[in-house]
């Protein structure tokens, strides 16, 4: 009865590994160097009630998804130079609110699961990133993001703050502001995922590409964001291909930011993204607000 719950899902428990939806507005940008670093709040909200198929299509299998998250990120960029650009490095920890309700077709009648997890989730550390300034109005970066096991986890809850592997994931990101003040950014991830020893599960290798497109106006800047995001090689279960459950979703919706400097403000930015185009996932929505100050 689980397999037929799960065969709507691709990667483990058919939940995101990685955080979706953290970049829109200035991606490739990085704080300048500073004797403390910059401190960075993220508050995400993301519900869905279908899941979709490897057709496209809705399943038979109900769902009823919550996933609020806080995290807390640190970022330390220094004048060191490395690579013909300049060094820095980052953690992040998140705290993660999670609850899933499925609702499962069986003979005779319907099996209803369910599962709540609130608690700390799996750190991220990305002990380089590289920052460069090719040319006025573009900005650049690259990253090696590791996602560490240490949150909350137990192989028999029906959802988990922590995924029990290690991720790798390098990125490029980038940010280009024309003259006009039309803005172009976007963040390429590639996230490689361990096994999980608890289940002998692994995850196929994801692709995620996370974008925005704005005008400014003053300190405002306005537009539309979203993501991209594709499993390109397939989940493993005991060493044996899972067929049919690579995972691709599109997200797309309004974005805006806001930063004035000497204001006193922190740098703003909020989105809300509507997800269509599911493909062994759930298909919902994510209403996120992040802000950063720089000592």
Known sequence: ?????MS?????????????????????????PSETG??????????????????GDKSAVGLKLKVDSVGVAFVKMTDVELLGGTYGFAA??????MSNDLSIPIPGGTLALSGKNSAQGDIQVAPIIVKWTPSPGLFTNASLMLQLPTGSYDKNRLINAGTNHWTVSPTFAFTYIMPSGFEVSSNIQVNVNGNNKDTDY???????????????FGP???????????QITDDKAAGATVPDARASVVALGPAVSFFELGSGWPLIWAHAYK?????????GTQVALRAAWTF
């Open 275 to 283: 997800e269509f185009d599911a493909r062994n996932r759930s298909q």
């Open 92 to 97: 992040v920890l998140p705290f993660l609110d």
């Open 8 to 32: 709507a899902n691709a990667v483990e428990n058919g939940a995101p590994i990685t955080p979706f939806g953290v970049f829109d507005f200035g991606s490739g940008m990085l704080p300048p």
């Open 202 to 216: 692994r995850s196929g290798i994801e692709y995620q590409h996370e974008f925005a497109l704005g005008q400014h």
């Open 38 to 55: 910059t401190v960075g709040v993220r508050a995400a909200f993301y519900r869905a009630d279908e899941l979709r198929d490897n057709g």
């Open 1 to 5: 009865m689980l397999a037929v719950a």
């Open 220 to 230: 405002w800047t306005a537009g539309l964001g979203g993501y991209y995001y594709q």
